[in-house]
């Protein structure tokens, strides 16, 4: 087998991650977004999916999936904002949409919430060192992807 196709050795320790086909349906969350989401959106997902799939091979792709992850969720910030909006201009960065998100009642989060969220989407976007998050962003992909980005768009 070629050097690229084989797993990442991380996952020898992982439980359900014996074989391809066990991880992507046992380990990498499943992504079940409303019919409501913008297709534009629902194609980034799936390429965020492709991303965790392939960190069976390439352990750091979670990190660039996460990274997407939180792209995403900040173009569907933007597109709820025009749809809601479409005779004004756009906010200019992620706070202030997600800021407006809230307050509108597009999402439920508390302060805390938010503040998580702004701060771990603001670590991705402006690393200032180069810490490797790992198997711990697939709770906070799904998050976004589950939670996050159908609730906007169904509210």
């Not at 965790?52 to 997407?68: G, K, N, Q, T, V």
């Not at 407006?100 to 989407?121: H, P, S, T």
Request: hydrophobic residues 40%; glycine residues 4%; proline residues 5%.
């Amino acid at each position: 087998m070629h050097e690229i196709f084989k797993p990442s050795p991380i996952w020898f320790s992982v439980n359900g991650a014996d074989t391809f086909p066990n991880f992507s349906s046992k380990i990498i969350p499943d992504f079940k977004l409303s019919e409501s989401v913008p297709e534009a959106i629902r194609r980034r997902f799936l390429v965020i999916r492709k991303l965790l799939e392939f960190s069976y091979f390439e352990y750091e792709f979670i990190d660039i999936a996460m990274d997407r992850c939180y792209h995403t969720f900040e173009l569907a910030l933007h597109m709820k904002f025009n749809i809601e909006h479409p005779s004004k201009s756009g906010k200019k960065n992620f706070k202030p949409y997600l800021d407006w998100a809230v307050k509108e009642g597009f999402l439920a989060m508390n302060r805390d919430r938010k503040q998580a969220i702004a701060y771990l989407r603001n670590h991705g976007a402006h690393p200032k060192s180069d810490n490797l998050g790992g198997v711990i962003n697939f709770k906070m992909i799904h998050v976004v992807g589950n939670q996050l980005v159908n609730e906007l768009f169904e509210n």
